[in-house]
């Protein structure tokens, strides 16, 4: 099976950059942020950026494009302030990542904060749906993340995502498919699936299958954890260096559906020391290197 991975690539100093970037560490696919990740604000998209953008990656070869959204935003919150703020954001996010060309545009659902569980659900559900009927996408998917579960943060739990899918779509058919799921390893490991075994594994598929609607997943976050099973704590490691191990990314790239999806790293950037090469070129390898094994 030829799998498609990638990486979280910079693009500090032009959009296009993150192409090049991508390119050069050896990726099939590329998540990017399309905005500082950190701030509300942003200046809008200069229609050269944009082209130098579209003409880059089209020359690349890089398929699958994707945007992490800001961390700033909140559709779970009960604060009424934070919540309009947060759906003004995810706006903009959709519009530039349609402006783009992205597929994809992976945000972590929120957090309740001091609300409950079934009030933060509501919330999302109501924040993307009118996120969606503001921009309208025509290609661009919100990809709802999983996520570690630290603190209030919804979306520690696969039937808690497929809940909010489905809701969407019973509300608004539209809406409901223009979303999806990324996965992200580290998240599931870290909120307690215990996918580095085979069974736990095993146990994990049949629940994308039993509590997500069918094809919703269409991208993997391919992180090792430096946290152990359940910490609900998130710091991702470097493929097969963490309490995942390779194994686990050989079980998941052989699987005949997930292992299909692009997969894109999030892992720290920089040289490791040892061997003095980029990070992202030594576990895109790793990656590379399990593939050729798989029988
Ligand atoms: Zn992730």
Redesign the pocket.
């Known amino acids: 099976m030829k799998h498609c991975l990638g990486s979280h690539v910079s693009v500090a100093g032009g959009l296009h950059l993150g192409v090049q970037r991508a390119l050069e560490a050896g990726c099939d696919c590329l998540q990017i942020f399309t905005k500082n990740a950190n701030a509300w604000a942003a200046k809008p998209l200069d229609p050269a950026a944009i082209t130098a953008w579209r003409e880059a990656l089209q020359a690349s070869g890089l398929k699958h494009p994707i945007a992490?959204t800001s961390y700033l935003i909140n559709l779970g919150t009960p604060d009424e302030t934070l919540f309009r703020k947060s759906i003004d954001a995810l706006v903009i996010e959709w519009e530039r990542a349609e402006a783009l060309g992205l597929e994809g545009l992976?945000l972590h659902p929120g957090a309740y904060t001091t609300s409950d569980e079934e009030s933060g659900v509501r919330r999302v559900v109501e924040g993307l749906i009118e996120a969606f009927s503001r921009t309208q996408p025509k290609l661009c998917r919100v990809l709802l993340?999983n996520t570690a579960g630290q603190g209030t943060t919804l979306g520690r739990q696969l039937d808690q995502l497929g809940e909010m899918l489905d809701r969407a779509r019973a509300a608004e058919p539209k809406c409901g498919a223009a979303l999806g799921v990324?996965l992200?390893t580290?998240?599931a490991f870290a909120a307690g699936y215990p996918i580095h075994t085979d069974d736990g594994f095993r146990d994990f598929c049949q629940r994308i299958r039993d509590e997500l609607p069918a094809d919703s997943v269409r991208a993997l976050?391919l992180?090792d954890s430096k946290k152990p099973l359940g910490s609900r704590v998130d710091r991702?490691e470097h493929i097969g260096r963490g309490e995942l191990g390779l194994e686990t990314f050989r079980r998941l790239l052989a699987h005949p559906q997930l292992g299909c999806l692009p997969g894109?790293l999030?892992t720290e950037k920089g040289i490791d020391p040892e061997s003095g090469r980029d990070w992202d070129q030594i576990n895109l390898e790793a990656l590379r290197s399990l593939d050729q094994s798989v029988v």
């Open positions: 992490h992976v993340e990324c992200d580290c998240h976050h992180n991702h894109y999030e």
